[in-house]
């Protein structure tokens, strides 16, 4: 059983032996919160999930980034961090890569919006960035909408529930980085729907009955049918 409550910076959250993570100090056999969040408490410990937070980095994430800037040996991607990706040039024409016969540009300009995943980071320079693996590179088009990059884990849902629902009842394509930037392709009013949608996520994360809200938003039937 898993016991959850709202807490604020100071709330004890529980007492006892438990493993505990991140935003929560213990203090004597009491467990504080260190953030405005929501706590868990279960037999395997005390989780807090900050309302609010910006993105920090970690290998293996899917990011979507806009490209800022590029020198001769990559791209820099602005990735809604307080850190900037660094895509090199090696990972996207090989190992036979040479900044004096490849020109950057035939692959990425600047302006342009990438799929990408966090390489590596250490904090002690900025996060490569990789586009090998499916799907990612260049998203030619699509509507961008930013939300809390805390709140990209609900919008997906359990194996992916909450995201394809909206998806397949919006009939967009619809790919959401954990960097808290979400692109969505499809009609003008399935796009508009799935918008809204993904808002009303944003703002009503930890209702218990988000699903079924969701649901009933996007109604049974897809867009236009």
Not at 21 to 27: L, Q
Not at 45 to 58: A, S, V
Not at 82 to 89: H, I, R, T, V
């Amino acid at each position: 059983m898993v016991e959850r409550k709202q807490v604020i910076p100071g709330d004890v959250i529980a007492k006892g032996d438990y493993q505990f993570g991140s935003y929560v100090e213990k203090r004597g056999d009491e467990y504080v919160a260190l953030r405005v969040g929501l706590a868990e408490v279960s037999r395997d410990g005390i989780k807090l999930n900050p309302f609010t937070g910006p993105y920090m980095p970690k290998a293996e994430d899917l990011v979507i980034g806009k490209v800022t800037d590029m020198n001769g040996f990559g791209w820099i991607v602005d990735i809604n961090s307080a850190f900037f990706g660094y895509l090199p040039a090696s990972f996207v024409f090989g190992r036979e890569f040479s900044p004096s016969t490849h020109d950057l540009s035939t692959k990425f300009k600047v302006g342009d919006v990438i799929g990408c995943k966090i390489e590596s980071f250490d904090r002690s320079r900025d996060p490569q960035l990789s586009i090998r693996g499916h799907g990612f590179g260049k998203i030619p088009k699509g509507e961008i909408v930013k939300i809390s990059p805390i709140k990209v884990p609900r919008l997906i849902g359990r194996s992916g529930a909450m995201i394809n629902m909206i998806s397949e009842r919006t009939e967009c394509e619809v790919m959401a980085g954990q960097n808290g930037v979400v692109v969505i392709t499809g009609p003008p009013d399935g796009t508009l729907k799935a918008v809204a949608a993904i808002k009303m996520i944003e703002e009503e994360t930890h209702a218990a009955d988000l699903g079924r809200r969701v649901e009933e938003f996007l109604g049974g039937a897809k867009v236009g049918s």
